[in-house]
């Protein structure tokens, strides 16, 4: 039996669709697939399907679900374990955690080339990613930390998936997809640095460092900061003339720590209407050592910051910009490297 939510949540059993009906059961088989393995409580079925306002027999409502769920699917695909449910891991496929597996299951570099089997494996998971995550479960809070989990996930899958056929020597397919990407992500580090790449490999090393002049300009334009040392290093290369396209002595640089230049350039447009989180990050600065802003792309965080690093004049700081990391473990060597 296989459960898909890389893309619309579907279920099939021996190779066939299963018939989800409702919404309700797809948000909860849902939430058990981006749970695999673990137990997803009642009152967690419970936020995750009617938000802060359940029925008064959400209860039983999620038993009928769950039972719905298992003629489906096969009576012993679903565990009762207190205080919930959990799908069982013995003969059931999660495309989702397949994905998780093949990625921290190889170099842990974001750019770095993968075999060719995990190649061809996630070319195929990500053929099969329709759509936005979960888009088509329930719209309450309780899966946005999936949603923007997933997201990411795709993102770093997307990197390491044209890395590995640039690697392969394919820069001209990745080279299609990566336009793409970067139209999509201008400010993600690590397509840019793919793109240059792929155009190196092509022979077409002008055109990779335009694809880094036009990244700098754009993000300092944005965020008032330079490239990290991993771009600079690949314009050095270009510049030099590298190696020879197709070589493996010329690959991806592996240095990609998201570090950044002390410089920062303010960026022409005024800064205002944050002085709630400027205060906040001064009272979070004033009790604790190390502060991590978060928040969806483009909404301003990099702003946000170097606007109050330039008002810290007698604070000593340092900061690591972490969207370019795909791997959690890789977090620590960022800010020791700092």
Do not use: C
């Amino acid at each position: 039996m296989r459960i898909e939510v890389l893309g619309p949540v579907r279920a099939l059993v021996g190779g066939g669709p299963v018939r989800l009906r409702g919404a309700s059961a797809r948000t909860v088989l849902a939430a058990l697939a981006v749970r695999f393995g673990s137990v997803v409580s009642t009152d967690q079925l419970a936020e995750a399907l009617w938000g802060d306002d359940p029925p008064a027999g959400a209860v039983a409502n999620i038993q009928s679900i769950v039972s719905r769920l298992r003629r489906g699917l096969g009576e012993s695909t679903i565990e009762t374990v207190a205080p919930g449910y959990r799908l069982v891991r013995e003969g059931v496929e999660v495309d989702l955690a397949e994905l998780e597996g093949l990625l921290s299951g190889t170099d842990p570099d974001p750019l770095a080339g993968m075999d060719p089997e995990s190649l061809d494996h996630l070319g195929r998971l990500l053929d099969s990613w329709e759509g936005e995550p979960l888009a088509d479960v329930s719209a309450s809070d309780w899966f946005l930390p999936d949603r923007s989990r997933l997201a990411e996930l795709r993102l770093v899958a997307r990197d390491r998936h044209n890395s590995g056929l640039i690697e392969a020597g394919e820069p001209d397919t990745a080279l299609v997809d990566l336009r793409r990407a970067v139209a999509e992500q201008p400010l993600r580090e690590t397509t840019q640095l793919l793109l240059a790449e792929s155009l190196h490999r092509l022979g077409r090393a002008a055109e990779g460092l335009r694809v880094i002049d036009e990244y700098r300009r754009h993000l300092v334009d944005e965020t008032g900061l330079d490239p990290s040392a991993a771009v600079q290093d690949l314009e050095a290369r270009l510049l030099e003339g590298g190696s020879e396209p197709g070589t493996r002595s010329g690959s991806v640089p592996r240095r990609l720590d998201g570090r950044r230049a002390s410089r920062w350039l303010p960026p022409a447009t005024p800064f205002v209407g944050r002085a709630g989180e400027l205060q906040r990050l001064a009272e979070l600065l004033s009790e604790n050592r190390l502060v991590t802003v978060v928040g969806t792309g483009g909404v301003g965080k990099s702003r946000l910051v170097m606007e109050f690093l330039a008002s810290q004049t007698e604070r000593e700081t340092a900061t690591a910009l972490l969207a370019s990391i795909g791997q959690g473990d890789s977090v620590a060597a960022v800010l020791a490297a700092e």
